[in-house]
């Protein structure tokens, strides 16, 4: 009578592509327990911190606003649960957004790897910055930065934010804490790794510096200006991966990624370097958030300026690149005589060409070997 053996082999709960294909259901679960813990009042002064805006202070009506009292915040240790939980929330609108409509674009135009992962790319950072452009911008006009661009010194320090602009803050810290686990979920090729560290640690720090220390009025400008020249790459690529010939997007791009640099710089000396060292208190207070000393002065002009250097850097490099990789397309150099083959279909001309046109090498036309047969 045989023994059946019994399977001691387990089916896998979290393995590694099971986590991959259902991670935004795992992380919409999370964010669901902090939403539903609102409901319970033993939970909800936990979820409560997690879901919510913290450091809120309540200033009395003045003269000019007498009809409403003014809601302001300042930030605190709490706030990173706060990132923590918007961080979930931009894991998944990632995943509504690459599943609904950038992976039905893929299906349409069959990509190779290397463009699948650039437009997916290009498609997910495009959505982001055009949302924060236009998000920063109405804070701009809301509170009359454009008419008074004094006011991205005067009064400092700012401590006191408010409600949209703490909780810009806090989507663009959460925004770009998000791409790490990303990393993971989207498959990043291992030699594209460091590359995106680097940006996403250049984010991050300097959004973490302006929050902390209160240079969130410049912080929001140089954001705005930064988002919409790299909105404008991506909906480029995106329109060159569609179209190729489409390139004027780059020439547009380039144009208004050299003045970008020039008017961060122009904005943050003038802020940091002439508006702050004119100040009056120059004394550094942790308890009323004043930073504005000599030293911390130079480290934020040093690190905008050294990061503007590393951007014009990889620009140049990038034009340099394009510009050698046009010139080959369109150089008409014949280093080798066209030989006629016969019994050899049309097709091996077009495997010669590049980008879908046929070189000197390809085959011959069937004029072309009429008049060498006469």
């Known amino acids: 009578m045989a023994i059946r053996k019994k399977s001691t082999k387990s089916p896998p709960v979290l393995s590694h592509e099971f986590i991959l294909q259902n991670h935004a259901d795992i992380v919409s679960c999370v964010?669901?327990?902090?939403?539903?813990?609102?409901?319970?009042?033993?939970?909800?002064?936990?979820?409560?911190?997690?879901?919510?805006l913290q450091y809120n202070v309540t200033l009395p009506a003045t003269e000019e606003q007498a009809t409403e009292s003014a809601s302001l915040y300042y930030y605190g240790i709490k706030d990173l649960a706060t990132v923590f939980f918007y961080m979930l929330v931009a894991i998944i609108i990632h995943a509504i957004i690459q599943e609904y409509v950038l992976d039905k674009i893929n299906r349409r135009m069959h990509f190779s790897k290397t463009k699948h992962s650039k437009f997916n790319e290009s498609g997910q950072l495009s959505a982001f910055y055009l949302f924060a452009c236009v998000w920063g911008t109405f804070i701009l006009i809301s509170e009359n930065y454009i008419s008074d661009p004094t006011i991205l010194w005067r009064a400092y320090p700012h401590n006191l934010m408010t409600f949209q602009m703490k909780f810009f803050y806090i989507s663009q810290l959460a925004y770009w804490l998000h791409a790490f686990p990303e990393l993971y979920f989207q498959k990043t090729k291992k030699?594209?790794?460091?590359?995106?560290?680097?940006?996403?640690?250049?984010?991050?720090?300097?959004?973490?510096?302006?929050?902390l220390l209160n240079l969130?009025?410049?912080?929001?400008?140089?954001?705005?200006?930064?988002?919409?020249?790299?909105f404008l790459f991506h909906i480029s690529r995106l329109f060159y991966f569609s179209n190729e010939k489409y390139q004027k997007g780059f020439s547009l791009w380039a144009v208004l990624f050299v003045l970008g640099r020039l008017l961060t710089l122009i904005l943050s000396v003038l802020t940091v370097g002439f508006g702050l060292a004119r100040a009056e208190n120059q004394k550094l207070d942790f308890s009323t958030g004043n930073f504005n000393v000599l030293?911390?002065?130079?480290?934020?002009?040093?690190?905008?300026?050294i990061t503007q250097a590393f951007m014009m850097w990889k620009f140049i490099n990038f034009q340099l690149r394009r510009w050698r990789e046009h010139s080959t397309f369109q150089a008409p150099a014949v280093?080798?005589?066209?030989?006629?083959?016969?019994?050899?279909?049309?097709?091996?001309g077009t495997e010669n060409g590049v980008n879908g046109t046929v070189t000197s090498n390809g085959a011959d036309s069937p004029r072309n070997r009429k008049e060498k047969s006469s």
């Open 31 to 52: 964010a669901m327990v902090f939403l539903l813990g609102l409901m319970f009042e033993i939970t909800a002064k936990v979820s409560i911190i997690f879901v919510t």
């Open 216 to 230: 969130n009025h410049l912080g929001l400008v140089l954001l705005v200006l930064h988002y919409f020249v790299e």
């Open 191 to 211: 030699e594209d790794i460091p590359r995106q560290l680097v940006y996403i640690g250049l984010y991050l720090f300097h959004i973490a510096g302006a929050y």
């Open 295 to 305: 030293a911390v002065r130079i480290a934020v002009l040093a690190s905008i300026c």
């Open 335 to 348: 280093k080798k005589k066209p030989t006629v083959t016969k019994g050899r279909s049309s097709r091996k």
